[in-house]
């Protein structure tokens, strides 16, 4: 199996399960800037960072029927296929990593959308936080009752990437 694709598979094995397809992407986004190695390319879209090769590689263990995809109204939901997990157990993380994960798919997709949008608007040099803020903040009103949780989401993410994994 494609180490991208065990990659993957861990991080949703050791979330246990992921609602949302906006979610995963952003756990991914942010779970890379915090070092884990994931060489995905993301671009400003909709909802933040998005990277069609990493939708690509879903859509792909989907089909292989290596991870479950529901379907609930218009939300997704993603689960390793019950038999798959051990695939899913050889890709596994240090105890850090295993906890940003946890952290991540406990907090709320339009957090994560913000969170994200402030580690990608950061990396392309908007200046300092206040910037970062004000910019995306600008590009998404909707979440600014979001500003603070998000705030802390990436403030996790900028210190979690200073240590080691």
Wanted: glycine share 8%.
């Amino acid at each position: 199996m494609k180490e991208a694709f065990k990659s993957l598979m861990g991080v949703v094995h050791t979330a246990g399960n992921i609602h949302g397809r906006k979610k995963l992407q952003k756990m991914v986004y942010l779970l890379q800037k915090a070092g884990l190695n994931f060489n995905k390319t993301f671009r400003y879209h909709y909802y933040g960072p998005y990277s069609t090769e990493l939708q690509l590689e879903i859509d792909a263990l989907v089909d292989m029927d290596l991870l479950k995809e529901s379907r609930n109204g218009y939300a997704y939901g993603y689960s390793i296929v019950g038999e798959n997990d051990a695939h899913a157990e050889g890709y596994e993380f240090s105890a850090r990593i295993s906890s940003l994960i946890g952290f991540l798919n406990g907090v709320p997709a339009q957090v994560l959308e913000l969170a994200s949008t402030f580690a990608y608007l950061g990396e392309r040099g908007y200046g300092d936080f206040d910037a970062v803020q004000k910019k995306a903040l600008a590009l998404k009103p909707d979440l600014a009752s979001k500003a603070s949780s998000a705030k802390e989401v990436y403030d996790r993410i900028l210190s979690e990437k200073l240590k080691p994994a």
